[in-house]
T-cell receptor, first 110, second 113 residues
Framework: GQQVMQIPQYQHVQEGEDFTTYCNSSTTLSNIQWYKQRPGGHPVFLIQLVKSGEVKKQKRLTFQFGEAKKNSSLHITATQTTDVGTYFCAGAPGYSTLTFGKGTMLLVSP | EAGVAQSPRYKIIEKRQSVAFWCNPISGHATLYWYQQILGQGPKLLIQFQNNGVVDDSQLPKDRFSAERLKGVDSTLKIQPAKLEDSAVYLC???????????FGSGTQLSVL
């Protein structure tokens, strides 16, 4: 079945440092979504990427979708303590169900 | 707008007991999902409904798990009998028919002792 892998599993940074998490799929995806889950909370939608090579920005967050539509990345510039949480990518080939990665847990020390 | 409502928030049971979770999606959302999230992992789909029909239940352990969405609105997920490995957060999510974004509820945290 389809697998979505994320690395790293965990990252601890100092406030102000940058952070990147990577997502790789075993199959070509029709789209990829990113979610953020705060400690004790539920996943909250951040963004969806659809086009090959697409890049989208949300303030300090930059999302990329690979040319082959099999990988994606989320980059946070100058992390803040409010960025703490687990970031999940989720993708689906065609119109099948979304598969979530295991997530990258981000800790930010002030 | 009101979000996805789930209850109970927490549940503690002993193995071999039964448990049921309830979900009320956002009004007008035709698609409803039940996910299982084990600590430290991503959400794993258990079942997807479109209105009151099942779209995907390939990962639902049907010997012990069941789910229904009789009137195409709210839904219940049942585990009978529960095992220790069922300890997890059970998340309900919904999506409008023409949207891609999932809206998650706060989840039910289940502990099986």
């Amino acid at each position: 079945g389809q697998q979505v892998m994320q690395i790293p599993q965990y990252q601890h940074v100092q406030e102000g440092e940058d952070f990147t998490t990577y997502c790789n799929s075993s199959t070509t995806l029709s789209n990829i979504q990113w979610y953020k889950q705060r400690p004790g909370g539920h996943p909250v939608f951040l963004i969806q990427l659809v086009k090959s090579g697409e890049v989208k920005k949300q303030k300090r967050l930059t999302f990329q979708f690979g040319e082959a539509k099999k990988n994606s990345s989320l980059h946070i510039t100058a992390t803040q303590t409010t960025d703490v949480g687990t970031y999940f990518c989720a993708g689906a080939p065609g119109y099948s169900t979304l598969t979530f990665g295991k997530g990258t847990m981000l800790l930010v020390s002030p | 707008e009101a979000g996805v409502a789930q209850s109970p928030r927490y549940k503690i049971i002993e193995k071999r007991q039964s448990v049921a979770f309830w979900c009320n999606p956002i009004s007008g959302h035709a698609t409803l999902y039940w996910y299982q999230q084990i600590l430290g992992q991503g959400p794993k789909l258990l079942i997807q409904f479109q209105n009151n029909g099942v779209v995907d239940d390939s990962q639902l352990p049907k010997d012990r798990f069941s789910a229904e969405r009789l009137k195409g609105v709210d839904s219940t997920l049942k585990i009978q009998p529960a095992k220790l490995e069922d300890s997890a957060v059970y998340l309900c999510a919904s999506r409008p028919i023409k949207g891609e974004k999932l809206f998650f509820g706060s989840g039910t945290q289940l502990s099986v002792l």
